[in-house]
């Protein structure tokens, strides 16, 4: 038979694993945010307060997010994209320049 303990199955976090800072900014929200787009891309991420001041006063201060050293540049190259946003719809550039009917 099988333990149900699940905490048996589960690995262990490493205390010496190097965490690599890949985004920074003065909006918790926005950090959060960026947390889950990591998260959904399948790249486990921290969120953490610029300064320890933040604990004492939230919202200031700034948000930093950290993932494992080997993680880094795939989490990068995601919020970089991010950054950026959508490509432009080609189909939603030719119709927003066409001119609307009865205008000629």
């Known amino acids: 038979m099988v333990p149900q303990n699940s905490t048996a199955q589960q690995p262990r976090p490493d205390p010496n694993e190097k965490l690599v800072k890949v985004f920074e900014s003065e909006e918790e929200t926005e950090a959060l945010v960026v947390k889950g787009l990591l998260e959904s891309a399948g790249i486990e991420s921290d ?45 939603a550039e030719e119709a927003a320049s066409e001119e609307p009917p009865g205008t000629e």
């Open 47 to 91: 969120v953490a307060p610029l300064s320890l001041t933040q604990y004492a006063f939230p919202n200031i201060g700034g948000t930093i997010i950290v993932v494992r050293e080997e993680d880094a540049d795939q989490a990068r190259r995601l919020i970089a994209e991010y950054q950026r946003g959508p490509e432009p719809d080609e189909d």
